[in-house]
Every structure is written in C-alpha cells, then in structure tokens.
C-alpha cells in the first residue's frame, strides 16, 4: 500500500463505526430510511443514472454505503472499493439490514485487483470528496478507465476547486494558490464534528487538490468522451460553486 494511502487509512478508521452510528443512526434505523426512499437517499445524483436494475456499478471511496445501499435497493449490483475497514462493518451491516446484498472490498484503489474487475463495470460512481486523496490523479484515472466496460459511464462528483482559495463549504481545510501543486496534511472529512479532545488525537490525512482544467484534462487523457458537467452551488452560499459533476463515457466501438 502506499505511504500516504497507510495514513489516510489510519484517520478514516478512527473512531469511525461509531461516527455513522451516532450521524446516520443505527444500521437498522438507517436502513429503513433507505427503503422508505432510495432515489430520495441519492439526492441530486438520481438525476445521473440511465437506469439502475441489473447494472454493475463500482463505487469509488463508497465510505459508509450511504450511496451505495439504496444503488442496490433499486437493484443495481455495486462494488463499494474503499480503504477502510469500520467503514465496511457498517455498510453491511446496513445492507443486511436492508436485505441487500453489496460487496465491500477494503485497500487501496490505486491497488485494485485489474486481473479480475478489468473491463467489469458498467458505471464508476464517486461522490462528496475522493479526487484530492490520490497524489496522482492520472494514475487513479486510468484505473478508472480500466474497471469500465467500453462504452461504460464514469460520474464523478467532487468538490469544486473553487475550495482552494476559500473553506466555502466550511470543511476547515486550508486555503492557498488556486494553482499550488503542493501536497499537505489536513483533518479527515468528519473530525470537526469530534470533542476536541478526540479530534486532536485524529491522525492527519495527506491531500492534493487539483484545479479545475487539471481535472478536465485529465479525464480527457485517460480515454474518457465528456457527456455532462456540471457545476453545483455550495451548500453554505448558494452564489458560489461548491461541487461538480462529470459525467463521461468510455471511449470505444460498441460491439
């Protein structure tokens, strides 16, 4: 595993089993809230999907299977890939809750069995801040790229790069150049909702955030036709961006 995956690792499995308990709710009670509505659980995204019954979706960095449990309610197969192991124990015990089955692989996405998901996937799903844990990007794509099926369709949303040069979406991460290339250490996503006393004792995440046109071009590069992006306002002012989406197809000749 690299370095920098070891550690993001170390922060994304602190505490965490019993974040989701106390955020989301038991698995049971949040499992209900899945099948009351699943479309509803997948927000703005619902609008993303072409359909959703008998397609393989690999879920990048799925976290807890907040998206990825009601992806299966409405009858998709999904692959959550994510790098933490009390992250797994709740998404399935929320699946079982649910009477939902779902795979969970736990490790490194850069170190994705390719022998086996090769060309598996019908749509790459990633959501809510995955790009900036991977140094280098270009490699994460291609492996995207990878796991598709030709013709297959990569969604990708992601926080804005506008998140660089101002904490607009009150994530208390550090600000600086919109152009930095730097790599720095920063608190996971959920630690300012800790006391402070467990908070401190969070280990640190490593990140690289990237601009919008290195994000862009780089899908380009890896194989990817563009179908949608769009742009979504934060949800802390509505006047600036917050979040985006592509939406883009692998390239090739349908057969």
């Not at 965490?16 to 997948?42: C, H, I, Q, T």
């Not at 013709?151 to 607009?168: L, T």
């Amino acid at each position: 595993m690299i370095d920098y995956s070891e550690q993001n690792k170390k922060a994304w499995e602190y505490n965490a089993y019993d974040f989701w308990v106390n955020n989301s709710g038991k698995p049971s009670d949040r499992a209900k809230k899945d099948l009351e509505n699943p479309k509803g659980m997948l927000r703005k995204y619902v609008n993303y999907f072409e359909r959703y019954e008998g397609i393989k979706i690999a879920n990048i960095c799925g976290s807890c299977g907040k998206k990825a449990i009601p992806l299966a309610i409405l009858g998709s197969e999904v692959t959550i890939f994510d790098i933490s192991e009390d992250n797994k124990r709740y998404a399935l015990e929320v699946a079982d809750a649910a009477n939902v089955n779902i795979d969970f692989v736990v490790g490194d996405v850069l170190e994705i069995d390719i022998n086996k998901y090769e060309e598996y996937f019908d749509v790459i799903f990633m959501e809510g801040g995955v790009l900036h844990y991977f140094h280098d990007i270009s490699q994460f794509m291609k492996i995207m790229n990878q796991l598709l099926k030709l013709n297959g369709r990569m969604i990708c949303s992601d926080f804005h790069p506008f998140q660089k040069i101002s904490d607009i979406l009150e994530v208390e991460q550090p600000t600086m150049s919109y152009f930095s290339t730097e790599v720095f250490e920063g608190e996971m996503a959920h630690a300012r909702f800790f006391p402070d006393e467990i908070r401190r004792q969070i280990p640190l995440c490593s990140y690289r955030k990237y601009t919008l046109s290195e994000i862009i071009n780089v899908v380009i590069e890896n194989g990817f036709i563009f179908n949608r992006f769009d742009e979504h306002p934060a949800w802390t002012n509505k006047d600036v961006p917050g979040e985006f989406t592509i939406v883009a197809k692998k390239a090739g000749i349908q057969v």
